[in-house]
């Protein structure tokens, strides 16, 4: 079975262009998570997906930052303009349906290494 | 949500057991304990998870005390590779899935 996986797995850009990245989640996850890491910082989380909507985007630090989940499937986060604060390691995470007896754990990506020049 | 307070770094020697502590004194009755760990340029993986008992499977055993102010991670043989950061999040059902990563452990495993 195919693990989470994301696109690109580095992407250079100058400051104030658009940058996509994709996440792929396994087959069958409900929920769909974009984390990153700056440098030196913890890991944040950034928002979650349950199928299609939008259930928590309070990680999400401004309205340069657009994330969509097309179908319930793969997702993408969109940074328009980019500035150089942008830059880390954005990682997406997958996991199943919540279950009465315990909130499943979620599978991770190798991430997507972020830099803004 | 809970907090968690970790030991920044921890030495273990190769083929001894990983004790690595965790302590959440403010933990609520509906928070489940996790363990994810991220080995270098990798994304975090889940290790093991508890709410009141404790737990094992093929990775690592989970302590959670009684009173459930903290729990210890055990890797019972630790081996080179299982040098990485290990984080302990308390996870609370009413504010989603999200995981709220500290700081984490530093575990080294020398030969």
């Known amino acids: 079975e195919a693990g989470v996986t994301q696109f690109p797995s580095h992407s250079v850009i100058e400051k104030g262009q658009t940058v996509t990245l994709r996440c792929d989640p396994i087959s069958g996850h409900d929920n769909l998570y974009w984390y990153r890491r700056v440098m030196g910082k913890e890991i944040k989380f950034l928002l979650h997906f349950v199928k299609e909507s939008k259930q928590d985007e309070s990680g999400m630090p401004n309205n340069r930052f657009l994330a969509e989940r097309t179908g319930g499937t793969y997702s993408t986060l969109k940074v328009q303009p980019a500035e150089l604060e942008d830059s880390g390691v954005y990682f997406c995470?997958?996991?199943?349906?919540?279950?009465?007896?315990?909130?499943?754990?979620?599978?991770f990506g190798q991430g997507t290494r972020l830099t803004v020049v | 949500d809970a907090k968690t307070t970790q030991p920044t770094s921890m030495d273990c020697a190769e083929g001894r057991a990983a004790n690595l502590p965790c302590n959440h004194s403010t933990i609520s009755g509906n928070e489940y304990v996790y363990w994810y760990r991220q080995i270098h340029s990798q994304g975090p993986q889940y290790i093991i998870h508890g709410l009141k008992n404790n737990e094992t499977n093929e990775m690592a055993s989970l302590i959670i005390t009684e009173d459930r102010k903290s729990s210890t991670l055990i890797l019972p043989h630790a081996t080179l590779r299982d040098t990485a950061v290990y984080y302990c999040i308390v996870q609370n059902r009413l504010y989603g899935n999200k995981l709220v990563f500290g700081a984490g452990t530093i575990l080294r495993v020398k030969s």
């Open positions: 995470a997958s996991s199943q349906a919540d279950t009465f007896a315990s909130l499943p754990e979620a599978f």
